[in-house]
């Protein structure tokens, strides 16, 4: 069974920037598309950014569009969220996902993720 691995986060000063990193140690991640959801205390986990398994599509979550960069490494098999301009509101843990369709078609939701990581903690504050 896929096991995602998620790193890269920590305590950011607002106006910062972070990567974070999706991994499958002993997967390739070739075959799905990938994405970033984020659940701050007391709120349900939200979407965040996707990303198809060959790179022609993304999408993002209007309050991190302009800001927040998803891309892929097949060769180094990770899945990046490049977190500029950081806000207080973009504290939250954030998952990693895998979704597995027919050719490059994903949903991006919630309902429509097929794995999950444990999580990584982004916290924004001065």
């Known amino acids: 069974q896929l096991q995602l691995v998620e790193s890269g986060g920590g305590l950011v000063q607002p106006g910062g920037s972070l990567r974070l990193s999706c991994g499958a140690p002993g997967f390739t991640l070739d075959y799905y598309a990938i994405g970033w959801f984020r659940q701050a205390q007391g709120k349900e986990r939200a979407g965040v950014s996707c990303?198809?398994?060959?790179?022609?599509?993304?999408k993002y979550a209007d309050s991190v569009k302009g800001r927040f960069t998803i891309s892929r490494d097949s060769a180094k098999n990770t899945v990046y969220l490049q977190m500029n301009s950081l806000k207080p509101e973009d504290t939250a843990v954030y998952y990693c996902?895998?979704?597995?369709?027919?050719?490059?078609?994903?949903?991006?939701?919630?309902?429509?993720?097929?794995?999950w990581g444990k999580g990584t903690l982004v916290t924004v504050s001065s």
């Open positions: 996902a895998a979704e597995w369709r027919p050719g490059d078609r994903y949903s991006c939701s919630y309902d429509g993720m097929d794995y």
């Open positions: 990303i198809s398994r060959n790179s022609n599509s993304t």
